[in-house]
């Protein structure tokens, strides 16, 4: 199945929203999703645009229903709705997680994002980490994809959080060339977790 025409109709329809110049590509899905094992729990997905890396999860054997899609475009949204019936999917913005109370507290295995990090506010990915945070359980990760040289999130958010980036990998079949970062608590979650009590 072809990404290139309903990720380029999407472009046009709101061309600030897409800020890709092309649908990731298989490799960066299986990079991004390389340590996901299916039957540890929830899968939340941000940013998934045309379903690349939800097709990923789907083929290391992650059932449908357990995925939530958190997709901010009306024309994704719909593309993933019929392309994903079991999937739980949303269309609304990521920084608002912290109160959309999609999970109870601690329960979330896994969170992929597509986001473009690089192109946001520190506020914005500060909500969205302390939203995704709130529903991970300690031992969860974030798995974040970006184009640049380093890890999107700043260290000065990762510290306050109390939250540490490891990248994972990096694959030049994709365009741009990209590189996965696994960001997760440090051994002392107690950081993070009397400021998502503020939040």
């Given at each position: ?53 939800t ?18 475009g ?58 995704t945070?709130?529903y ?43 590189s ?20």
């Open positions: 199945m072809s990404d290139l025409l309903p990720f380029f109709r999407a472009w046009v329809t709101d061309p600030r929203r897409v800020s890709a110049i092309s649908p990731s590509s298989p490799a960066l899905a299986q990079l991004i999703t390389s340590e996901v094992v299916p039957g540890q729990g929830p899968v939340l997905e941000l940013g998934p645009g045309t379903g690349v890396f097709r990923a999860l789907l083929k290391r054997g992650l059932p449908e229903n357990d995925l939530t899609l958190i997709e901010a009306p024309y994704f949204s719909r593309l993933l709705s019929d392309r994903h019936p079991d999937a739980r999917i949303l269309q609304m913005d990521a920084t608002r997680l912290a109160k959309a109370g999609l999970y109870a507290p601690s329960t979330l295995a896994t969170v992929i994002s597509g986001l473009p990090l690089l192109s946001m506010k520190p506020r914005q990915i500060m909500g969205i980490l302390t939203g945070f709130g991970l359980r300690d031992d969860g990760a974030f798995y974040q994809f970006t184009y640049g040289p380093r890890c999107p999130v700043p260290s000065a958010i990762l510290g306050r959080l109390g939250l540490r980036a490891t990248r994972i990998g990096t694959t030049v079949r994709n365009m741009p060339p990209s996965v970062y696994k960001i997760e608590r440090k051994s002392r979650p107690e950081i993070l977790n009397n400021i998502l009590k503020t939040a």
